[in-house]
């Protein structure tokens, strides 16, 4: 059983940072897939970042060169640094170990 804790979501204005963080209750270093998710009001939950055990990152087009995904498998930490932020961006961001273990999620609102 893994558990996960998302923190540093919060409000900003368009063109804003965020990092997203999000620990975990047991080491992660066996964990094959780190991601993160986002699910907008009205929408489904979509994948938007993953990272596997050997730091091989993969993004979906649309927060390509702003977002930045990371793991400290001794500190048991997956981080989001996100960029350059959009009205679009704003959702509730979820981190996931294994596309299967789940936080909470985390409310990131982007305005204009």
């Known amino acids: 059983q893994v558990q996960l804790v998302e923190s540093g979501g919060g409000s900003v204005q368009a063109g804003g940072s965020l990092r997203l963080s999000c620990a975990a209750s047991t080491s992660i270093a066996s964990i094959s897939v780190m991601a993160w998710y986002r699910q907008a009001p009205g929408k489904q939950r979509e994948l938007i970042a993953v990272?596997?055990?050997?730091?091989?990152?993969s993004y979906i087009d649309s927060v390509k060169g702003r977002f930045t995904i990371s793991r400290d498998n001794a500190k048991n930490t997956v981080w989001l640094q996100m960029n350059s932020l959009k009205p679009d961006d704003t959702a509730v961001y979820y981190c996931?170990?294994?596309?299967?273990?789940w936080g909470q999620g985390t409310q990131v609102t982007v305005s204009s």
């Open positions: 990272i596997n055990s050997g730091g091989t990152t």
């Open positions: 996931a170990a294994d596309h299967y273990y």
